[in-house]
């Protein structure tokens, strides 16, 4: 059993921060790359941005220079650091990890956290 909790999420003014965190909970298991995803209304689920387990990072181009991404391996957590937050960030926002565990390898996925931003 593994679950992702996910936490920091809140309503923040345009031009400011918010740090997502997303930790996995469980037993014998080993996380491999780790993601964060948003969705908003009406708006397909995109990713923000990835890290893999060799901490090699992508992030969408809309984040760019504003989000990053980092992991604690020995926190099991996940990090999403939202500088300079835009109205057009506004979404429910999704942790996403490869996990092994029992030997197979698949997605888990967090409950999301929602992250508003006024103009």
């Known amino acids: 059993q593994v679950q992702l909790v996910e936490s920091g999420g809140g309503l923040v003014q345009a031009g400011g921060s918010l740090r997502l965190s997303c930790a996995a909970s469980?037993?014998?298991?080993?996380?491999?790359?780790m993601g964060w995803y948003r969705q908003a209304p009406g708006k397909q689920r995109e990713l923000v941005a990835h890290?893999?387990?060799?901490?090699?990072?992508d992030y969408a181009d809309s984040v760019k220079g504003r989000f990053t991404i980092s992991r604690d391996n020995a926190k099991n957590t996940v990090y999403l650091q939202m500088n300079s937050l835009k109205p057009e960030d506004t979404a429910v926002y999704y942790c996403n990890a490869d996990i092994s565990f029992l030997g197979t390898i698949r997605d888990y996925w967090g409950q999301g956290t929602q992250v508003t931003v006024s103009s």
């Open positions: 469980g037993r014998s298991f080993r996380i491999n790359n």
């Open positions: 890290i893999t387990s060799g901490t090699n990072t």
